[in-house]
């Protein structure tokens, strides 16, 4: 069992920054972690993947060059950056963690989830 707590969310204005964290109960090199965001209205999307490795990461194509991964494996914490945010960054962000070493992309391949933190970006 791998619990993840998600913190760092709040408001920010566009063209600001955050940094979201993802504290998780068990090593983050056992597993793949990635972040995935929920808009109001829309379902779960993909934002970013770190492999468990921590040698790779991947985005999805509307956060590249902004949003970057990492981790730090002594504080069991994984971290995503956003800067240059947008209003349509805004959302519920999750991290969730892959037992299957694979790169996950889709909501399914996720086996645990945190609760989540919100995020909203103001115009």
């Known amino acids: 069992q791998v619990q993840l707590v998600e913190s760092g969310g709040g408001l920010v204005q566009a063209g600001g920054s955050l940094r979201l964290s993802c504290a998780a109960s068990?090593?983050?090199?056992?597993?793949?972690t990635a972040w995935f965001r929920r808009a109001p209205g829309k379902e779960r999307e993909f934002v970013g993947v770190?492999?468990?490795?921590?040698?790779?990461?991947y985005y999805e194509d509307s956060v590249k060059g902004r949003f970057t991964i990492s981790r730090d494996v002594a504080k069991n914490t994984v971290y995503l950056e956003m800067s240059n945010l947008k209003p349509e960054d805004t959302g519920v962000y999750y991290c969730?963690?892959?037992?299957?070493?694979?790169?996950?992309?889709?909501?399914?391949?996720?086996?645990?989830w945190g609760s989540g933190t919100q995020v909203t970006v103001s115009s």
């Open positions: 969730g963690a892959s037992t299957s070493h694979a790169i996950v992309v889709d909501a399914s391949g996720i086996d645990y």
């Open positions: 068990g090593r983050t090199d056992s597993y793949t």
């Open positions: 770190i492999a468990w490795t921590g040698d790779y990461t």
